[in-house]
């Protein structure tokens, strides 16, 4: 009996563990817009089953990109609510309001590294440091303004700095993206000196209009949240046409 016992825990124990290790189930289009509210990005496998393709890899994938949450959802007509027609893995992100679908009948190829690859260069968030891998995901955006940061990478205040924008960028979304650009790699100087600026010069914050390859820098001076915001407003606002462009050599992407 002892052993019957400590055979049933046993097995009790190893389905819990794979229930756990499973993704979350999202029953109904409320369930699905929480889920979605719940993070800057968030990843849903809208799949007709744990059997259908694309879940063991979106699991798998999910356990290498632990930052952003990864649900399922079975049930087809909540689908519709979120324009699903088949079965289709969406990434889903705040910075843009942009809802980025992987329909899984169109994909050529599909494992578990291309999925982390289809995060990665689509994970955009309030504040997004840029990269090789986020540049795409970048320039790709329907947002085409970039607010961007420029500052060193362990310098002093940069985390403070950092979580001040991020805490900001929220206000602009779907209007601009916040991009952050570490002046101490080498491979950033490019993006330096199409503002005009040195490593030795930061921090500093610039905007960067795509739609008429425009830019300009905030006068120096505290980068306090109410700078940046009256900074960004005045480009909505269209008050910066006429301000003195940063840089001077005419290029087209940061």
Request: proline content about 2%; aromatic content about 8%; charged content about 25%.
């Amino acid at each position: 009996m002892l052993l019957t016992l400590c055979m049933t825990l046993l097995l009790s124990s190893v389905i819990a563990t794979e229930k756990e290790s499973g993704l979350p189930r999202l029953d109904d289009a409320k369930a699905v817009k929480a889920f979605i509210d719940s993070a800057e990005v968030v990843v849903i496998g809208f799949l007709e089953s744990e059997e259908s393709l694309g879940y063991k890899e979106l699991l798998a994938a999910s356990q290498k990109i632990v930052a952003v949450p990864a649900a399922m959802c079975t049930e087809k007509e909540v689908w519709t609510d979120f324009s699903i027609s088949s079965e289709t893995i969406t990434l889903f992100r705040k910075a843009d309001n942009h809802q980025e679908n992987l329909v899984l009948a169109e994909a050529k190829k599909l494992d578990a590294d291309g999925l982390v690859n289809f995060i990665s260069i689509n994970e955009l968030r309030y504040i997004t440091e840029y990269n090789q891998v986020t540049a795409v995901g970048l320039f790709n955006s329907e947002v085409k303004t970039h607010l961007v940061l420029f500052a060193n990478r362990g310098s002093k205040g940069y985390k403070e700095l950092k979580e001040r924008l991020g805490a900001l960028a929220p206000e602009f979304s779907g209007k601009l993206l916040f991009v952050l650009i570490n002046g101490g790699v080498k491979s950033n100087f490019k993006s330096l000196n199409y503002f005009g600026l040195k490593s030795t010069d930061l921090p500093r914050v610039g905007i960067y209009d795509g739609d008429s390859d425009m830019k300009w820098l905030l006068p120096e001076g505290e980068i306090s949240t109410e700078r940046v915001r009256d900074f960004c407003q005045s480009f909505l606002h269209g008050e910066l046409k006429n301000v003195k462009q940063a840089g001077e050599e005419p290029k087209t992407e940061l």
